[in-house]
């Protein structure tokens, strides 16, 4: 991105470690943290706006709904909200979440494979856009849009069958994925066109090839086969029956440095190249990126509690592990993280490079951030940045160990200082007890169910 260096993000980073630790957000009686990079997070939004700006005529419609998923904060779709984007959500919580953010139900997208009769009914009667998954679905939404008039946009949500990125629980368009009409199958292409055929109220196409692993040219021929899809359908159609295609989310994350790469304008001007007919002003587009939006502008800042040797490898102890990096944990190969060392006052950490482990506080041994990794040789009270965490890490807390869900809070940074807000409080004890059966210790007892 242009206007962002990773320059630039890392030496704001480095400025609101040092201040987060001067204030207090983290110290030694709150040992993680998490951090949002506000700037950042503008930064990428105006960059995938200006992306698809460029390469569309003035004028034509275009919905970027910011996939809820990957950070499910209010705040934050809030601020995103105000950047001009929307929300795709997949679930009544996360749907909730939209609302709360203020989101109007036109710039709200509703996918999920699982959506139950009464999410639908809510969905159309607040003129949400809704992808249907399945055909089971559409004979749902058959018997609701006949029941009760909409204005709520619908799509049908097809799988191309282009085949798996490098990670494969997040490819969703492999042969056998569980996610929308699988295309190649037999008889299916001519099934969905008259799907469209007998239902003029259908007037999307939705597809979504997957999450991080995928080559760029992998996702824009998955978009080349919903717009040819759409053709064909609008061509038996006789009129433009289909005004919108929703190309789904994907662009992947750089987690090896601070660069930005690949670019919302790297994939934008790929698909001008390989699909120009889809950009040329007659479809409508929706665009579901959440990963990219988010991942680079967020960190999670904890604190070294203790060092050893094991099997002669230096380990650092620190607060963060399983419960905010959940897949580094259990798929460190598909899931690694930079780590960023600072010392107890925060400032970056200096000295030679020495092969450790960074290990969190749960109690299994494969909870690692990170296994011989070089870094400057980490001490007890210095602290450990986790890095690129702003999608799909801190804001998907894993309770295992009850442990507490970290607080999460906005900064700026500048000449002019580092500014906070929070974003989320910190889970308290007390929570936990409570979101535990806490109120109702004697639930279990006087059931019998004794042996005697
Ligand atoms: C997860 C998901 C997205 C977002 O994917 P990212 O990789 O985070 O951009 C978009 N659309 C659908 C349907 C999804 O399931």
């Known amino acids: 991105m242009a206007s962002d260096t990773g320059n630039e993000s890392a030496a704001r980073r ?4 040092t201040a987060a630790l001067e204030e207090g957000l983290a110290g030694p009686g709150s040992p993680i943290t998490a951090l949002l990079d506000v700037t950042g997070i503008r930064g990428s939004a105006t960059a995938l706006r200006a992306a698809f700006e460029a390469v569309v005529p003035a004028g034509t419609p275009v919905l970027h709904a910011f996939a809820v998923k990957a950070s499910p904060l209010v705040p934050v779709l809030r601020l995103l909200y105000e950047e001009g984007l929307g929300a795709e959500v997949a679930s ?10 203020g989101i109007r139900p036109e710039r709200t997208v509703l996918d999920s494979p699982a959506k139950t009769g009464t999410e639908l009914r809510e969905a159309l009667g607040l003129g949400i856009a809704v992808n249907a998954d399945n055909p089971q679905e559409l004979a749902r939404l058959d018997a609701l849009v006949h029941a009760a008039p909409t204005s709520s946009p619908i799509g049908l949500r097809v799988n191309p069958q282009i085949g798996a990125g490098s990670i494969g629980a997040l490819s969703t368009a492999t042969a056998t994925s569980k996610f929308g009409v699988a295309l190649r199958d037999e008889g299916a292409r001519d099934w969905v066109v008259r799907a469209y055929l007998d239902r003029p109220w259908l007037t999307r196409l939705h597809t979504h090839s997957g999450s991080q692993g995928l080559p760029l040219e992998l996702l824009a ?9 759409a053709e064909e359908i609008n061509g038996a159609a006789g009129r433009r029956q289909i005004d919108t295609i929703d190309i789904g989310g994907g662009l992947p994350v750089n987690f090896a440095s601070d660069a930005q790469t690949p670019s919302y304008a790297d994939y934008a001007r790929l698909l001008a190249r390989e699909v120009p007919g889809l950009l040329d002003g007659r479809y409508g587009l929706v665009t579901e990126f959440g990963r990219s939006l988010l991942a680079k502008h967020g960190l999670v800042l904890a604190r070294v509690e203790y060092t050893k040797t094991a099997g002669g490898r230096p380990i650092a102890v620190t607060h963060a592990g399983v419960q905010i990096a959940a897949r580094t944990v259990y798929a460190p190969a598909s899931w690694p993280l930079r780590i960023a060392a600072y010392d107890a006052k925060g400032r970056p950490k200096a000295g030679p490079d020495v092969a450790q482990d960074v290990a969190g506080p749960a109690c299994f041994a494969g909870d690692l951030l990170a296994e011989n990794r070089p870094l400057p040789l980490l001490e007890p009270g210095d602290w450990v940045a986790v890095l690129d965490t702003g999608a799909y890490y801190f804001a998907h807390h894993y309770a295992y160990n009850s442990l ?19 974003v989320r409080a910190p889970q308290s004890v007390e929570e936990i007890v409570a979101e535990s059966g806490g109120s109702t210790p004697d639930a279990l007892l006087g059931m019998g169910g004794g042996q005697e």
Not at 94 to 100: H, K
């Open 14 to 17: 480095d400025q609101a470690v």
């Open 92 to 101: 009544p919580g996360e749907l909730a979440l939209a609302r709360a953010a």
């Open 221 to 229: 021929s998955g978009v080349r086969a919903a717009y040819e899809l």
């Open 404 to 422: 507490a869900r970290p607080g999460v809070h906005g900064f700026t940074a500048g000449t002019e200082g580092v500014r906070f807000r929070t």
